[in-house]
């Protein structure tokens, strides 16, 4: 079972990255190197209109990983597929809405 098991609002944003290394020459010309055999996925999860207590739970789970920190894992719901993930950021962000009416987003990025 994953570790981080609240269910995002749909749709999640999903974007897969390669990292390419570019060295420029002083005639103009460019070399290109690959830096990772495989890309990495990158995912944004948006929560709407949640209670005090959901936003709680989330912001909880990110104080106990030390924002970037740590891995953990978590089960993309578009493909039932258990990646392991940590967050891109380490800052976490939420609106209140209404009394109790919260609006916040995670970004996870896949770590190999």
């Not at 079972?1 to 420029?24: C, G, N, Q």
């Not at 990772?36 to 709680?56: G, I, Y």
């Not at 030390?66 to 953990?72: D, L, Q, S």
Request: proline letters at 3%; a negative charge; one cysteine or more.
């Amino acid at each position: 079972m994953s570790d981080f098991t609240h269910l995002p609002d749909f749709l999640i944003d999903e974007a897969v990255e390669y990292k390419t290394l570019v060295s420029e020459f002083e005639n103009g010309a460019e070399q290109r190197r690959r830096k990772w055999a495989n890309p990495l996925a990158k995912w944004t999860l948006r929560f709407n209109n949640r209670t005090q207590a959901e936003m709680a739970e989330v912001l909880d789970f990110f104080k106990s990983r030390f924002g970037a920190f740590m891995a953990f894992t978590w089960t993309n719901p578009n493909d039932s597929f258990e990646y392991t993930v940590r967050f891109v950021e380490d800052s976490f962000q939420f609106s209140r809405k209404a009394y109790g009416v919260y609006d916040f987003e995670c970004e996870f990025v896949e770590v190999k």
